[in-house]
């Protein structure tokens, strides 16, 4: 038993020693596979695992896209942008906190620039001595930057105080950025618009994405919808807020760069940064010519200077203080000169900002008076109420459609007379309603033309206004017949709806014949819409009217983009004349027409041109400020028996429109002639060698070119001699 004992000990001396040698082995083979691994991490994959170790991030900066340029037809810049340096400052959230409850606006603004006063002190005198001498600004320019009024930024949005940095200015605020808390350095493309101010507000102008997207729907959608990182908007990137910047924004915009910077655990940056450089936006060339352009804007600047100090107008005490003009060709639909004046430079917005002094002295110029309500330029907004906006009642430049609206209806015919007594009277018996011509002209027997020529209220009413109301007063859908086929006819030519042009902010028009049929009468409605009551329209409407006047009955779309091209000058997309609609009635009837607007007299205006015209005055009649104020109408084209251009001008308070508009529109017919040619030559161009045409003439050539000399050439033709006019 002994024994047995000393064999179960010796056999279990044997297992542990073998337990204890299987464990050493174990152990030795997981250090030898441990000293192999270690061996491979520091040899091998040491370098590998210490980059690693150092690149365990990236940063990515978007670079803002580099905005494509806005050319005229001959390509001649007006827009173009450049890259620069901006010193940003962000207020404290907290700097409203601690103001005086009680306190004013104004006494707000007060503290708060009184707090800040030493901080743009220490800015200013850091311009002084880093900064360009010429472009120097003091503690109040500093101050006025950053808009402590709140009047254009809420106070999360960075004030820019300064563009332009030079190398020493950027160096100085790099190195000591620690003292200037809410101060930043951000590269931007600087929009730069031409000296001139050529077509400012059809141009337009930009402002920072961050403060747009809270402005307009459209970029509000951009980003909520836009997730490719090439198009993703920057907070403090440049974009269209009006006109072509915005129409077109997407073609102008260009795409984002990437800028990606390797980090550590630290977020430091450990090396160079890899480079995907912005896409420059695409360069739009515009049907606009600079030079027609110029001179429209000039014509309407010298014009409104003129009145002022004109009898027919001062006695009447009027102030014409805004002139509208739109040139656009018959057959193409481009647009060469569209002017709402007075304008202003649109290079106080550069850098996407403009200062609270620069908002507040171009706030009524900032708006394009031929596309929509512009109230006229005066500090005194009660005061600007009382005087005429931009759209104003078409008044006897109605007159042509009218006749065609009565030819085409029945209500008469082309050899139809009336005697014009000077009066119409119209309404219940004991309270009639008189119509009359202007200054008391009784003009005798009238057929549809001389009712034109002579500018008669009196046959509008009686011939048209009254005879559509006798023709559908019976009607099934009772006397309102009557108005909405007017209406029918109005927005066929245009008048009522929008033209067609896609240019942000377009008003369709002010219908006022519905109200008057309503809180009057149909009769009432119909006679005062005849002679030009009753509605009021944009400028660039009495454009596209006069053009369906001239080409007889096509509505083209207004162009102002006659091509896109890419930053290598590559045709991205081409433009050609659009018809909307088109309004088919009797030669005989736009003969008479045309022949009507022949003898309208306008020789004092167009005396010695060297082209035939057909044109139409107005004045349209406005209560306004509890007064009654004339405002100058003019619609023209040219030449009269093979069109090229037509014209639309409104001067609000400029009196009658042979004297208060047709002016402006002569010089803008001798600019077109002069810059491209109303007969296919430009008669005296300034630019002797255009780098790109961009106008079509289509139609222009064999144009009659026979001058009017003396008295009204277009007065002295007869329905004879007026080409493919018979007079029955």
Request: net charge positive.
């Given at each position: 038993m002994h024994n047995d004992q000393q064999k179960r000990e010796a056999a279990s001396r044997r297992h542990f020693s073998f337990r204890l040698n299987a464990f050493f082995f174990i152990i030795f083979l997981l250090f030898s596979v441990l000293i192999v691994r270690l061996s491979i991490l520091q040899f091998v994959e040491g370098p590998t695992l210490k980059a690693e170790e150092n690149k365990i991030g990236t940063v990515p900066i978007k670079l803002p896209p580099i905005r494509g340029n806005i050319l005229d037809s001959t390509g001649y810049p007006i827009a173009y942008s450049t890259s620069t340096q901006s010193l940003y400052y962000k207020l404290d959230p907290d700097i409203r906190r601690k103001l005086k409850k009680d306190s004013t606006p104004k006494e707000q603004q007060k503290e708060i620039e009184e707090r800040l006063r030493p901080f743009a002190e220490k800015l200013?005198?850091?311009?002084?001595?880093?900064?360009d001498p010429t472009k120097q600004m003091g503690p109040d320019d500093v101050l006025r930057q950053l808009d402590l009024g709140f009047k254009k930024n809420n106070i999360s949005t960075p004030r820019r105080v300064k563009s332009d940095l030079t190398n020493k200015e950027i160096a100085y605020f790099m190195e000591n950025r620690d003292q200037f808390t809410g101060i930043d350095i951000v590269e931007e493309s600087v929009r730069h618009y031409d000296k001139g101010s050529i077509s400012v507000q059809l141009v337009g102008y930009l402002k920072k994405f961050n403060s747009a997207v809270n402005s307009l729907d459209f970029y509000a959608k951009k980003k909520e919808e836009t997730?490719?990182?090439?198009?993703?908007?920057l907070d403090q990137e440049d974009v269209g807020m009006d006109g072509i910047e915005l129409m077109y924004q997407d073609e102008l915009r260009g795409k984002n760069g990437l800028k990606v910077f390797p980090v550590n655990a630290l977020?430091?940056?450990?090396?160079?940064?890899?480079?995907?450089?912005?896409?420059?936006?695409?360069?739009l060339y515009l049907t606009i010519n600079k030079a027609v352009q110029i001179r429209t804007e000039d014509a309407i600047t010298n014009h409104l200077a003129y009145l002022k100090t004109s009898p027919d107008i001062t006695k009447i005490n009027q102030k014409p203080k805004t002139g509208y003009a739109v040139a656009m060709e018959v057959n193409t639909g481009k647009v060469v000169a569209m002017a709402s004046m007075p304008d202003y430079d649109p290079n106080i917005w550069s850098g996407g900002k403009i200062s609270p002094e620069d908002y507040d002295n171009s706030l009524y110029m900032l708006k394009n008076g031929t596309i929509r309500d512009v109230l006229a330029p005066y500090e005194d907004e009660k005061e600007a109420g009382k005087h005429a906006p931009s759209m104003v009642m078409l008044g006897s430049t109605q007159k042509p459609l009218s006749i065609l609206v009565g030819l085409n209806e029945k209500l008469f015919t082309t050899t139809t007379t009336y005697q014009d007594s000077g009066s119409f009277y119209f309404g219940r018996k004991g309270s009639e309603v008189r119509i009359g011509n202007a200054l008391g002209h009784a003009y005798g027997t009238l057929d549809p033309a001389h009712a034109i020529g002579k500018s008669s209220n009196p046959f509008m009413a009686a011939m048209v206004g009254n005879r559509m109301?006798?023709?559908?007063?019976?009607?099934?859908?009772?006397?309102?017949?009557?108005?909405?086929?007017?209406?029918?006819?109005?927005?066929?030519?245009?008048?009522?709806?929008?033209?067609?042009?896609?240019?942000?902010?377009?008003?369709?028009?002010?219908?006022?014949?519905?109200?008057?049929?309503?809180?009057?009468?149909?009769?009432?409605?119909?006679?005062?819409?005849?002679?030009?009551?009753?509605?009021?329209?944009?400028?660039?409407?009495?454009?596209?009217?006069?053009?369906?006047?001239?080409?007889?009955?096509?509505?083209m779309k207004p162009q102002f983009v006659d091509k896109i091209t890419d930053s290598d000058g590559k045709i991205v997309q081409g433009f050609k004349p659009e018809i909307l609609n088109t309004v088919d009635m009797p030669e005989k009837y736009w003969e008479e027409v045309e022949y009507g607007m022949r003898l309208v007299n306008v020789s004092a205006a167009f005396e010695g041109v060297n082209y035939t015209y057909a044109s139409k005055t107005g004045t349209s009649q406005q209560s306004v400020g509890g007064k009654t104020v004339d405002n100058a109408v003019f619609i023209a084209y040219a030449p009269a028996n093979n069109p090229v251009l037509a014209v639309a001008v409104v001067v609000p308070e400029g009196g009658f429109g042979a004297k208060g508009a047709a002016p402006i529109a002569r010089?803008?017919?001798?600019?077109?002639?002069?810059?491209?040619?109303?007969?296919?030559?430009?008669?005296?161009?300034?630019?002797?060698?255009?780098?790109?045409?961009?106008?079509?003439?289509?139609?222009?050539?064999?144009?009659?070119?026979?001058?009017?000399?003396?008295?009204?050439?277009?007065?002295?033709?007869?329905?004879?001699?007026?080409a493919g006019t018979t007079h029955q």
């Open positions: 200013s005198a850091i311009f002084a001595q880093y900064g997730t490719d990182p090439k198009l993703v908007y977020s430091k940056i450990i090396g160079p940064p890899t480079i995907t450089n912005p896409q420059k936006g695409n360069d109301f006798d023709k559908y007063k019976n009607s099934a859908k009772g006397s309102i017949e009557g108005v909405n086929v007017w209406d029918k006819y109005m927005k066929q030519f245009g008048l009522g709806v929008k033209t067609g042009s896609d240019l942000p902010f377009e008003n369709e028009g002010i219908i006022e014949y519905y109200h008057e049929a309503e809180t009057a009468s149909t009769q009432s409605a119909l006679i005062r819409a005849s002679f030009g009551q009753q509605a009021r329209y944009t400028v660039l409407q009495l454009a596209q009217y006069t053009a369906m006047l001239a080409n007889r009955g096509k509505r010089k803008i017919f001798d600019a077109y002639d002069d810059e491209v040619g109303l007969t296919g030559t430009p008669r005296n161009p300034s630019v002797k060698t255009p780098v790109n045409t961009g106008s079509s003439n289509t139609g222009a050539a064999g144009a009659n070119g026979a001058a009017n000399t003396g008295t009204n050439a277009n007065a002295n033709a007869n329905k004879t001699n007026t």
